[in-house]
């Protein structure tokens, strides 16, 4: 089969159509034999002057040409100080300049007592070349008789005249010798000494680093991570951009290290205190924070500035480059597990300060408030104390977790009530919790002198759950909210007012503080509060108090993420240096299994603890069933205390009832109370006998 190809494109004459000329390559270069050579010329130079190798080159000219130039001036200016007084009258000038003019009248006493001295040393000078003449004369005498004494006693012994002029010929020989070889060495010693005297001045400046920064090696030119010394913190002063700080240093010379005290090794970095000259405020300084760390080769984060108790005085601490980004070890009560607590006179373990100490709280009578970011570590923080004072069996808890993740569950048995949800009925239950207490406070706050109590812990996390929460009770009063008519606040509010006196405390943990889920009076109203990273200074303030921001505190300039755990403590309960106003505490991490651990070992420790859970309001109560429930796992409990765990459980339901009503419930199910001990308890064997049989019959009257 022939198939017929028919061409695209056809001429008139149905003839192929030419092929298209070639196109001729287009260059936008221009010939390299018609570019001037000017022009060519001009740009190998340049390439040359550019190439890594030439600046390489360059930067080593100008880097050992500058040691040669900055070790002359370092050893001329030793030479120049040792000889006079010059460097007495600039170390005057720098405490002077400080307005220190005790230390400037002891350095002008010390200058005189150098001018003295130099002046005595002249004057012994000019009658010098007498004595020096008379001593040569006598010298050269004694010697000259000596050797002819030993030339005679030489002669005797050999019989021969000639050797009494032996000893002085053999010291005519050795100056001869002397002369000689002085004669053949100066030659080279004159050639070799200013290559050596530039060597010694070149080592110098080398040593000092005396060369243009961009000069200077690679390494040498990262200075991350040196170590601080005097002139490094001078420096970092001098070019902190405060202009009087700046003018001060300048008129002190080299002698700006005057302000320092001695640089000490605190933990895993170096602490100085640096006194400002006259005019400049330690505000000045500790606002330029983030400058003064970048000066320092260090981040922002690695350096703290604080407010020591002397006058315009600064207190520096430098971390080691890196430092703080190590972990620190476990928790005491992780490794030590024959831990016990005393609330009374122990400190809870709670981490290490920037020094690397062990940084331990007192929790005796103290409220306590903890707040940050969210996942900053808090719950945990605020856990690992609750975890040391729960091995202290006679501390009570009650607990209302308002995250509801299962922070807290492991105290369930050890806490009396845990409370765990975010919802605004477990708001609800946490609030009549805080207010149970309240009245539990009032108890004792009436019980006769002298009457001693055991640690109630009111704890409450995710506490700005419950600030704003906006559900009303049944009189139209909220739950939540910052002002008097919420419950909430009012509860922790009297809790704050007067259960310390009565170990009736109260521990909140919150985040992300504002005046609207962290009410003035309730943050001012914690006698220990730390604060976790947080987003700006205003809220450090809320966390921490002014007086602790004013005095260098800065949880606000944590970085979030990288310190978690890292806390900023304001309270008298934790040792804090002299004249600081806080304490930055690096927290230990204790896991939820650990957790799980060391509240195990708590439960040993003590009787059977029932812990009441959140109750359902909508349900119709059975008072025997509550009963049975409150009773847990003990035999005996006194009736008294079944009031009070009733009252906890709905406060609806059974926060009017008296001794009579219980007694009247127990007597109609055959369980009644009886005494034990003198006392009146409720027995739990009676009970459950009594709900028993209650079903049994319940069960024949439906099958009759």
Known sequence: MTQNVVPLFKTPDDQP??????????????????????????????????HERTRAAGRGVVRHGSYVLGGTRIVARRAWDGRTAARYERMIRAAEAAGNYEAAAEWEARGAAFRAAR????????????RIAKNAAYGTGGTIGGLIVIGVALAIATKDPADVVTPLMALVDLVHFLVTLVTMLWGPL????????LAGVWAVGRHRQAAPNWALPAQARSSEGEPITPSIVVKALRDLGVPALARAIKDMGDAGASMLGPITIAGCGVEVDVTLPSGVSTNEVQGKRRKLAENLSRHEHEVFIT??????????WVADSGALDEPIGPSPLVTNDTMTADYKTGRAPWGQDLRGDAAALSLYQRHLLVTGLSNQGKTVALRSLALWLALDKSVQFLMGDLKGVGDWAMFDGLAHILIQGPTDDHVVQVVEMVEGAVEEMNRRIQAPPGTTFPPLIVLVDEA???????????EGRPYGGAKATSRYFMAVRKIHNQGRAVNVLMWQGTQDPTNENLPKLVREGAHTRASLALGTESQARMALGDKAVDGGAAPNLLRPGLDRGTLVVASDGIPIPAGQSSITVRTHYVDDDAAAAITDRAKALRDGVTTLTVIDHGQTRDALADIATVLGDTPRVLTADVLKRLTALDADAYGGWTNGDLKRVLEDAGAEPYKSDGRMVVGRERV????????????????G
């Open 688 to 703: 459950h006998r009594a709900l028993a049989h209650r079903d049994t019959d319940g069960s024949a009257s439906a099958e």
């Open 464 to 474: 700005q759950v419950a600030f704003m929460c906006p559900v009303k009770d049944e």
């Open 119 to 130: 002046h005595k040393r002249r004057m012994d000078l000019i009658s010098s070349p007498e």
């Open 17 to 50: 159509a030419p092929a298209p000329p070639a196109l001729e390559p287009v260059s936008h270069l221009p010939d390299p034999a018609m570019v001037p050579l000017w022009l060519r010329t001009g740009r190998a130079a340049r390439a040359v002057a550019t």
């Open 190 to 197: 004159v050639a070799v000494g200013p290559w050596a005297a």
């Open 307 to 316: 407010i020591p108790a002397a006058a315009r005085t600064v207190r520096l």
